[in-house]
């Protein structure tokens, strides 16, 4: 007669298998911020992680997990991406740029310097990706209008509700 549930002993035999199955991992080139890294990543692991968790740069955050509050962007070959959805065994050959050197580019100094200069930031959460998406915007459109603004920044939600403060510093750095 079998049971009609698996035993104790099953259940655990089960999970002990599970938790012992470690994701396959690659080795990753990465060319993060003009240096070149060397790590081993599962092959799913999203940028952010590696960025966060591997490389310890813990400039962009992790806000949704799903791309839609663009906590997570930074700059892949001066694009803004979502971090926290795009396969770091993705990115392959390509640069990526995050909040920690966004300064090193005249357009993201420009951004950060109206940045604080109009004091944007409430609670900052936000910001890092605010700023990236803002110096992707200015570096591709030097003189944006407000349509223009408010649709570069339509996937960046500010929870602070700094938006007004947002565009006034896009466009004093847009003056500069």
């Excluded at 700059?75 to 803004?80: A, F, I, L, T």
């Excluded at 604080?116 to 409430?122: A, S, T």
Aim: proline share 5%; hydrophobic share 40%; with cysteine.
């Amino acid at each position: 007669m079998s049971q009609p549930f698996p035993s104790f002993d099953d259940n655990a035999a089960a999970q002990k298998a599970r938790l012992a199955e470690v994701p396959a991992r690659v080795a990753l080139s990465l060319k993060v911020n003009g240096r070149t890294y060397s790590v081993q990543a599962p092959d799913d692991m999203p940028l952010l992680w590696v960025l966060r968790d591997l490389l310890n740069l813990k400039g962009t955050k992790f806000g949704c997990g799903i791309a839609q509050c663009g906590a997570c962007t930074v700059h892949v070959d001066g694009r803004p991406v979502r971090s926290c959805m795009l396969p770091a065994a993705n990115v392959g050959s390509r640069e990526v740029t995050t909040i920690e050197a966004i300064a090193q580019k005249e357009c993201g100094r420009r951004i950060q310097e109206a940045w604080l200069e109009l004091e944007v930031v409430q609670c900052g959460y936000c910001q890092s990706g605010q700023i990236m998406s803002a110096a992707a915007l200015i570096e591709r459109n030097p003189a944006p209008d407000n349509a223009e603004i408010d649709a570069a920044m339509a996937g960046n939600i500010c929870r602070c509700a700094t938006y007004a403060r947002i565009r006034a510093a896009i466009k004093l750095a847009s003056r500069r």
